[in-house]
T-cell receptor
Framework: GENVEQHPSTLSVQEGDSAVIKCTYS??????FPWYKQELGKRPQLIID?????GEKKDQRIAVTLNKTAKHFSLHITETQPEDSAVYFC?????????????FGQGTTLQVKP | NAGVTQTPKFQVLKTGQSMTLQCAQD?????MYWYRQDPGMGLRLIYY???????DKGEVPNGYNVSRLNKREFSLRLESAAPSQTSVYFC????????????FGQGTRLTVV
């Protein structure tokens, strides 16, 4: 079945350093890859997403890269700030990119130390 | 627009009791989803509905049933609650236009004792 693996499960960085979170997916038909941030006690919120016809996408300090051949995608956060501390989830959509099954990774708890 | 609204926000059940979690969205989205979130397990898909009138099993459907009542509403039912179903439940919706972004409800914290 469809599966999304996410690593690492926890990540601690110093303020100003970069953070990288990696995900792999099993279904080669996956075509949409969003990343969500969840603060304690709150709902997940989309921070960036990428479609299968794009290799990289940036939004200020956040970037996502996709390697379709390796079925691998990554989240890069540069110049980390304490407010970046949260749980981050990757996901892969199978079927219609807008309405298909959406499978999430296990999550990464990011701690940014001041 | 309220987005995605879930009720209730908190619930305590005794083992064997039944209950229905309600979810409604006002964004005219076709697809709706139910997830459960447990520590270290991420968001696991229970059931989803790609469009009104259709439902499909996700990763962890056992012990749950769903109903896509209409385009707006997607309910999750626990027929006989078990302690293993203690979790935070999130409903989400996605549209067939735009970015494909999923919008989440505020979650329901369910405890089964």
């Amino acid at each position: 079945g469809e599966n999304v693996e996410q690593h690492p499960s926890t990540l601690s960085v110093q303020e100003g350093d970069s953070a990288v979170i990696k995900c792999t997916y099993s279904d080669s038909a996956s075509n949409y890859f969003p990343w969500y941030k969840q603060e304690l006690g709150k709902r997940p919120q989309l921070i960036i997403d990428i479609r299968s016809n794009v290799g990289e996408k940036k939004d200020q300090r956040i970037a996502v890269t996709l390697n379709k051949t390796a079925k691998h995608f990554s989240l890069h956060i540069t110049e980390t700030q304490p407010e970046d501390s949260a749980v981050y989830f990757c996901a892969a959509s199978i079927g219609s990119s807008n309405t298909g099954k959406l499978i999430f990774g296990q999550g990464t708890t990011l701690q940014v130390k001041p | 627009n309220a987005g995605v609204t879930q009720t209730p926000k908190f619930q305590v059940l005794k083992t064997g009791q039944s209950m229905t979690l309600q979810c409604a969205q006002d964004m005219n989205h076709n697809s709706m989803y139910w997830y459960r979130q447990d520590p270290g397990m991420g968001l696991r898909l229970i059931y989803y509905s790609a469009s009104e009138g259709t439902t499909d099993k996700g990763e962890v459907p056992n012990g749950y049933n769903v109903s896509r009542l209409n385009k707006r509403e997607f309910s999750l039912r626990l027929e006989s609650a078990a302690p293993s179903q203690t979790s935070v439940y999130f409903c989400a919706s996605r549209g067939d236009r735009g970015s494909g972004r999923a919008f989440f409800g505020q979650g329901t914290r369910l405890t089964v004792v």
